[in-house]
């Protein structure tokens, strides 16, 4: 079973920065890639950003040149630098991690709980 934690979001005013942190663990052999999500009230969930297990990063269009998605691949753990925030970048921030649990070549998608990010004056 494979846990996902994020944490690190809140209230910032409009042109400010935020750090997320997202720490998988349990029964990791190893992680594939992990991602952002956002889902904003009655919008569907979007895809933020996402690092392979090779370094690869790909960004949604709305946040590329602002955000950086990175990871600790000892710690197991990816954080997203959030700056210049817009209140459009208001919403639930979840991470989700594609792991290999042994040296099987499936895969399991896990999700952590969500952290609100407002941006707000």
């Known amino acids: 079973q494979v846990h996902v934690v994020e944490s690190g979001g809140g209230l910032v005013q409009p042109g400010g920065s935020l750090r997320l942190s997202c720490a998988a663990s349990g029964s990791i052999f190893r992680i594939n890639a992990m991602a952002w999500y956002r889902q904003a009230p009655g919008k569907e969930r979007e895809l933020v950003a996402i690092?392979?297990?090779?370094?690869?990063?790909n960004y949604g269009d709305s946040v590329k040149g602002r955000f950086t998605i990175s990871r600790d691949n000892a710690k197991n753990t990816a954080y997203l630098q959030m700056n210049s925030l817009k209140p459009e970048d208001t919403a639930v921030y979840y991470c989700?991690?594609?792991?290999?649990?042994?040296?099987?070549?499936?895969?399991?998608?896990?999700w952590g709980q969500g952290t609100q990010v407002t941006v707000s004056s």
């Open positions: 690092i392979f297990s090779g370094g690869t990063t």
């Open positions: 989700n991690t594609v792991v290999q649990t042994t040296a099987r070549p499936t895969t399991t998608s896990n």
